[in-house]
């Protein structure tokens, strides 16, 4: 499996982006997908997850409410819908993913695939 995260940019606090992760073959039907966010000098985070056969989301506390992760299998992508944008958002972004449930999601250890990451800019 071969991810390709797209979708980042600049933007104004407030505002909103739309990242994708394209996996390159067919994902497990019972496999997790992940996006994760670094800032440089911090340790990486979860942001959200989603059971990709289940279709559960998960999402970590600073963006439920503002985030949403969805999917469409038959493009073989993930979404991340961001809005309500905050500078603190600010971040390289990931998808990730692995095979199994979506517990201990933001276990970044048992991700088998990643991305190779996209730029979102908040100023």
């Known amino acids: 499996v071969q991810l390709v995260e797209s979708g980042g940019g600049s933007v104004q606090a407030g505002g909103s982006l739309r990242l994708s992760c394209a996996a390159s073959?067919?994902?497990?039907?019972?496999?997790?997908m992940a996006w994760f966010r670094q800032v440089p000098g911090k340790q990486r985070e979860g942001v959200a997850a989603?059971?990709?056969?289940?279709?559960?989301?998960y999402y970590a506390d600073s963006v439920e409410g503002r985030f949403t992760i969805s999917q469409d299998n038959a493009k073989n992508t993930v979404y991340l819908q961001m809005n309500s944008l905050k500078p603190e958002d600010t971040a390289m972004y990931y998808c990730?993913?692995?095979?199994?449930?979506?517990?201990?999601?933001?276990?970044?250890?048992?991700?088998?695939?990643w991305g190779q990451g996209t730029q979102v800019t908040v100023s």
């Open positions: 989603i059971r990709t056969d289940l279709v559960s989301t």
């Open positions: 990730a993913f692995k095979g199994g449930v979506c517990m201990a999601w933001r276990s970044q250890p048992e991700y088998n695939y």
């Open positions: 073959r067919y994902m497990y039907d019972n496999g997790c």
